[in-house]
């Protein structure tokens, strides 16, 4: 099928009725909560406590993007003309202005004098949300699970959890705020936001063999 913009905007409507708010909502309120948190429990917060909530809510809102790509019509949805790439390319259309907005106030909720590089940290916030979207779009193409993201969720929250406490010191992925700290990981940060983006790009699309005998069954 021929993508115009005719059909883009005939797919809006429905795309964003189809958008899983709560998780969305769910992962943007506890990020929100968690950046609030040196402002309202301490009058002279610190560095690492700053550095640790905006981690916090940043796993917050990737864990709630894991849902993103959840469809419970999958089975009726996969028949229609319109690819899933481009579904799903939609959603994280619309879902990324806000997400966007979303992170620029949570940085706000920091106190200025103990925020930190605000550069380094939205390359993790942006690998992070990249690993989850990619996380769930490799379970849609690898199963035929129609809500895949609490599984996804799950998995997603036990590797973060493994990878602090196993990526060797030296790679800065979880660097403590002292002098330069930033650019410890910034060159591993990067190259885990790549290679998401080319897991994500590559899981995609529907398989060909499998898109075809759904069709022939429908």
């Known amino acids: 099928m021929r993508v115009t913009t005719g059909v883009v905007g005939q797919l809006v409507r429905p795309v964003l009725r189809a958008l899983p708010r709560r998780a969305l909502g769910a992962g943007a309120g506890a990020g929100l909560l968690l950046a609030a948190l040196p402002r309202l429990l301490s009058d002279d917060p610190d560095p690492w406590t700053a550095l640790l909530v905006l981690r916090g809510a940043a796993l917050a809102?990737?864990?709630?993007?894991t849902f993103l790509l959840d469809d419970p019509a999958r089975q009726v949805t996969v028949a229609v003309?319109?690819?899933?790439?481009?579904?799903?390319?939609?959603?994280t259309a619309l879902v990324a202005p806000l997400a966007a907005l979303w992170w620029t106030a949570v940085v706000l909720l920091i106190p200025s004098e103990?925020?930190?590089p605000v550069g380094a940290l939205t390359l993790e916030a942006a690998?992070?949300?990249v690993v989850a979207l990619a996380a769930s779009a490799m379970a849609v193409r690898l199963t035929d699970e129609a809500e895949p993201g609490q599984r996804v969720a799950i998995a997603l929250l036990a590797a973060s959890m493994a990878a602090a406490l196993l990526f060797p010191e030296n790679w800065g992925l979880f660097a403590a705020p002292k002098d330069k700290w930033?650019?410890?990981g910034h060159d591993h940060w990067a190259f885990v936001l790549a290679g998401a983006a080319v897991v994500w790009a590559a899981c995609g699309p529907e398989p060909v063999k499998r898109r075809r005998l759904r069709l022939t069954a429908s």
């Open 182 to 184: 930033w650019a410890v």
């Open 81 to 91: 003309p319109t690819r899933r790439m481009l579904r799903a390319a939609l959603r």
């Open 61 to 65: 809102l990737a864990l709630g993007l």
């Open 127 to 129: 690998a992070a949300a």
């Open 114 to 116: 103990v925020r930190p």
